[in-house]
């Protein structure tokens, strides 16, 4: 009985020795986060930890701080992840986008004058399309980033296209997932999806409805350089939409 009762209590003190064995040889180190997101870090490191009892990983937002308790080297390769987590964050490239609006038509236009910068695209657009006359319906410039997108509309009065009701014309586009390509010399952007509509009052039986026309298209443009995207047609009239961009820093 004696001899029983010695083996199990030789077997209790192994036990706890085992037990507080990898206490012995943890090592504790606290990071400082200068750049990322101290959670997200965490977080991501987690699965680095040995999972031994008595390992851990904490952080604190307030301190900006990650705190490992664990085996060396799994302290070492903790350090060297957090290295590489924590760099500085680059901003995405700024993307200036100007869109305008030029109405075409056999006929001279009562709107605004086509501005200087455009001159060629509409000297382009005589030679082109069967329209003698060009004025500017609308244009508008938008600042996004690299991913983004960009959203516009506007009113613009019948009168410019040739349409006699008393109803406003409604235009709108949508630029979705914008990115730039450098793989040459001269950077160029990228619509992955480029939509222009515009909804026209027409007159009939006596009330007016309006009709939704327009375009859907990708985009790749390069640096300053003015692409006609699309036109959209309306009687004796018409609708082009001129792009130009610009990268920025």
Do not use: C, W
């Not at 014309?169 to 630029?175: A, H, K, N, V």
């Amino acid at each position: 009985m004696k001899r029983i009762t010695a083996l199990i209590t030789i077997l209790f003190l192994a036990t706890a020795v085992f037990a507080q064995a990898p206490d012995n040889k943890f090592r504790t180190k606290m990071f400082e986060v200068h750049n990322g997101n101290a959670r997200d870090i965490a977080r991501s490191i987690r699965t680095l930890g040995s999972g031994a009892p008595g390992s851990d990983i904490n952080y604190n937002e307030e301190t900006r701080t990650i705190t490992i308790r664990d085996f060396p080297e799994n302290v070492a390769t903790i350090e060297e992840a957090i290295g590489r987590l924590d760099k500085p964050v680059v901003a995405a490239p700024e993307v200036e986008m100007k869109i305008s609006l030029l109405i075409g038509s056999k006929i001279a236009l009562p709107g605004a004058a086509v501005p200087e910068d455009l001159e060629p695209v509409v000297k382009q657009l005589q030679s082109t399309l069967r329209y003698s006359h060009y004025s500017l319906l609308a244009a508008n410039i938008h600042h996004t980033r690299v991913g983004e997108g960009i959203e516009g509309s506007g009113v613009a009065e019948p009168v410019l296209v040739g349409n006699t009701s008393t109803n406003p014309i409604f235009y709108s586009y949508t630029l979705r997932n914008i990115r730039i390509e450098t793989s040459t010399d001269r950077p160029s952007v990228s619509v992955e999806d480029f939509n222009f509509g515009m909804r026209v009052p027409v007159q009939m039986n006596k009330t007016t409805q309006y009709q939704n026309v327009g375009f859907k298209t990708p985009v790749t443009i390069k640096q300053n350089e003015k692409v006609v995207i699309g036109t959209t047609t309306m009687g004796d009239r018409a609708v082009i939409v001129v792009l130009i961009a610009n990268v920025g820093k």
